[in-house]
């Protein structure tokens, strides 16, 4: 049972702000990516192109609506994948648009990681800066190296009786998407992977993330952890705006104990405010990646918005559409803004 309150930076009370949320639309954006070399993504043209839709749906950002005050209806293209499922939401303005109605719960992949890196950081929370308790990896630890190598799961070399920090066991969880290192790490905070599924699974419904179930392991390997693409972008919110999580999605390398240095593999587009946060990619799950847009108000406030893309055939793919949703989101959201 968890004994505390959570410590999350900043975090929301999702029962009262995301159950009273309406759609926004998403203006269609084409866009071109430049070459990545760090991770297998290429230029080649995407498999699956972007259905572009138009629909009215209603939009509001006013938690009780009456009859004298009803949400404008506004008629706009909808650059949306083909495939799998997503979505975009402006969080802090209980804005969110989703890709289909059902907003299936779907495996997700190593986008799990959030949940761990989330659970790990309410339980012993750090300060930018801190390195946190060190962690001695024990001959368990350094097994699990090779039962993800086995199954062609991505690792970080850990050797028994090393010492390594909390902090650099995030980085490793998160810019390399190491699976061993995730179920290290969540044994360390919790006990078992199963204290920690339990407590991770009761965050969740705290949160009102009701349609998120963690399952098996904190590497997200496992196909029984399912989340939608709407869920994710809280979740998402959530991490970004926990201030050592956000500093690691905007690092490009570290140096790891043992491992030596590595490099973020979720730094495709980490330019003009654009941060990938984390990459997914199993055979259930299919290519996943959640982005996020840091923009500066006119008023000097930050506004971070959220995408999400699930389900894709290939890296390009996902990560071209992840973008995509994500500047058309932004666009909406601004054509709202100057129109309201």
């Given amino acids: 049972m968890r004994t505390k309150h959570y410590r999350i930076n900043e975090r929301v009370n999702s029962r009262r702000i995301w159950h009273k949320l309406l759609l926004a639309p998403l203006v269609a954006v084409a866009l071109l990516l430049a070459s990545y070399t760090k991770f297998p993504i290429n230029n080649k043209n995407v498999e699956q192109p972007l259905n572009q839709n138009t629909f009215q749906q209603s939009v509001t950002k006013i938690e009780d609506v009456t009859e004298e005050d009803k949400p404008r209806e506004i008629s706009l293209p909808i650059n949306w994948p083909e495939y799998g499922h997503a979505a975009?939401?402006?969080?802090?303005?209980?804005?969110?648009?989703?890709?289909?109605?059902?907003?299936?719960?779907?495996?997700?992949?190593?986008?799990?990681?959030?949940?761990?890196?989330?659970?790990?950081?309410?339980?012993?929370?750090?300060?930018?800066?801190?390195?946190?308790?060190?962690?001695?990896?024990?001959?368990?630890?350094?097994?699990?190296?090779?039962?993800?190598?086995?199954?062609?799961?991505?690792?970080?070399?850990?050797?028994?009786?090393?010492?390594?920090?909390?902090?650099?066991?995030?980085?490793?969880?998160?810019?390399?998407?190491?699976?061993?290192?995730?179920?290290?790490?969540?044994?360390?905070?919790?006990?078992?992977?199963?204290?920690?599924?339990?407590?991770?699974?009761?965050?969740?419904?705290?949160?009102?993330?009701?349609?998120?179930?963690?399952?098996?392991?904190?590497?997200g390997y496992s196909p029984n952890t399912i989340s939608t693409a709407s869920n994710m972008t809280k979740i998402g919110y959530l991490f970004m705006t926990n201030p050592v999580l956000r500093q690691i999605t905007q690092q490009k390398s570290a140096k790891i104990p043992v491992a030596g240095t590595i490099y973020n593999y979720n730094d495709y587009f980490n330019d003009e405010g654009i941060y990938g946060i984390k990459f997914g990619n199993t055979d259930e799950a299919g290519k996943c990646?959640?982005?996020?847009?840091?923009?500066?108000?006119?008023?000097?406030?930050?506004?971070?918005?959220?995408?999400?893309?699930?389900?894709?055939?290939?890296?390009?793919?996902?990560?071209?559409?992840?973008?995509?949703?994500?500047?058309?989101?932004?666009?909406?959201?601004?054509?709202?803004?100057?129109?309201?």
Avoid: C
């Fill in 88 to 219: 975009y939401a402006v969080p802090e303005e209980k804005m969110i648009s989703v890709h289909d109605a059902d907003d299936e719960a779907v495996p997700i992949a190593s986008l799990s990681k959030l949940i761990t890196a989330l659970a790990v950081l309410d339980k012993y929370p750090l300060e930018v800066g801190d390195e946190g308790p060190l962690i001695r990896m024990s001959e368990a630890d350094a097994a699990l190296v090779g039962y993800y190598a086995q199954k062609s799961g991505t690792t970080t070399l850990v050797l028994a009786g090393q010492e390594i920090s909390q902090y650099q066991a995030l980085q490793s969880i998160l810019m390399v998407s190491s699976n061993n290192m995730a179920d290290s790490l969540a044994i360390w905070s919790f006990g078992s992977i199963e204290e920690y599924v339990d407590y991770a699974n009761e965050m969740l419904r705290e949160l009102g993330l009701e349609d998120t179930i963690v399952a098996d392991d904190a590497s």
């Fill in 289 to 340: 990646f959640i982005v996020a847009s840091i923009r500066e108000t006119i008023d000097k406030k930050e506004e971070l918005s959220i995408s999400v893309v699930l389900g894709a055939n290939s890296y390009d793919s996902v990560a071209k559409d992840a973008k995509s949703v994500l500047l058309a989101g932004n666009q909406a959201h601004d054509t709202l803004k100057e129109n309201p």
